[in-house]
Nanobody, 121 residues
Framework: VQLQASGGGLVQAGGSLRLSCAASGFSFEDYAIGWFRQAPGKEREGVSCIGTSTGSTYYPDSVKGRFTISSDNAKNTVYLQMNSLKPEDTAVYYC???????????????WGQGTLVTVSS
């Protein structure tokens, strides 16, 4: 199983980034894919999750209306479009796969490496 996250970088507050998570080695449509983030000294938190077969999505209030998760099942890739970024969005972002269809980190079995997102004020 491989999950390859990419697309992080440095952006000014108010800007946008799109993260990609390319998956391989498992039956993509049998899993939910989630994006999580972890800032220094903070717990890992789920920021967007999607059921790849149903298209159902979840967002916490902290990113609702600013982040959009989408899935391209033909490419086994999930995207996270992040708009109106804030300095508090600065974190390492991880993508992960779960067969439980929740959005809690403990539910996710497979994890990719992180990609750093830095939002400057």
């Amino acid at each position: 199983v491989q999950l390859q996250a990419s697309g992080g970088g440095l952006v000014q507050a108010g800007g946008s980034l799109r993260l990609s998570c390319a998956a391989s080695g498992f039956s993509f449509e049998d899993y939910a894919i989630g994006w999580f983030r972890q800032a220094p000294g903070k717990e890992r938190e789920g920021v967007s999750c999607i059921g790849t077969s149903t298209g159902s999505t979840y967002y916490p209030d902290s990113v609702k209306g600013r982040f959009t998760i989408s899935s391209d099942n033909a490419k086994n890739t999930v995207y996270l479009q992040m708009n109106s970024l804030k300095p508090e969005d600065t974190a390492v972002y991880y993508c992960a796969a779960s067969d439980l269809y929740g959005c809690q980190a403990w539910e996710y079995e497979y994890w990719g490496q992180g990609t750093l997102v830095t939002v400057s004020s």
